[in-house]
């Protein structure tokens, strides 16, 4: 994994969108981890961005242990519903569907809008790529209540190109404004942000 080109990346995306960074860094005894944040305001939906990854020298640290990127969105919902939608493993796909895709959602409206081809391009670079519609529970952000409802794209891979995170952002704008122009969302306005 080269760590120069993810903070070269990480800081062109910062720049050509113009986002709010608040990155930072801890220090642990058998390395350093790598707090890239950064927020913005879309259209009245407030998304934020965070990559996470070790610097060590442990063997582990080269298999994805510990690290992860996250795109995630605050939102309210037009009635209580769930998505869940990942990549489904090789042999579903050779054995049991065309589809590359798993889709769990309560509201079958919501499947239809969205930009399913765009979603498995990202997959093709990120291949555990998660992207859910949640209650906010386990992840911690200082922005975003606990059980607040979220749109969240999650990988634990590194995002080593800068067109990686320009179309996982491209992604998650493009559900953002379908959903809400179908009414099915709208921006959150009970959580916490500085000014």
Known sequence: MNWRKIDDNWKSFVEDYNLKEESGENNY????????????????????????????????SSFRIGHRLTFVSPIELDQNWNLTMEKK?????????????KIECSDKLVINLLPIDEIEFVTSFFPDLKLSVKKFDKFQNQYITYGQNVL?????????????????REVMILILEKLKMNKKIKPAHNTVYSK
């Open 89 to 101: 493993s090789l042999w579903t796909r050779i054995f049991n569907s065309s589809e590359k895709l």
């Open 152 to 168: 969240m794209i999650e990988t634990k891979y590194q995002p080593e190109e800068f067109e990686h995170l320009k179309k996982t």
């Open 29 to 60: 005894f058998y390395g350093k981890q790598e707090l890239y944040r950064a927020s913005e305001d879309f259209q009245g939906f407030y998304i934020h961005y965070e990559n996470k990854f070790n610097k060590s020298a442990e063997l582990g």
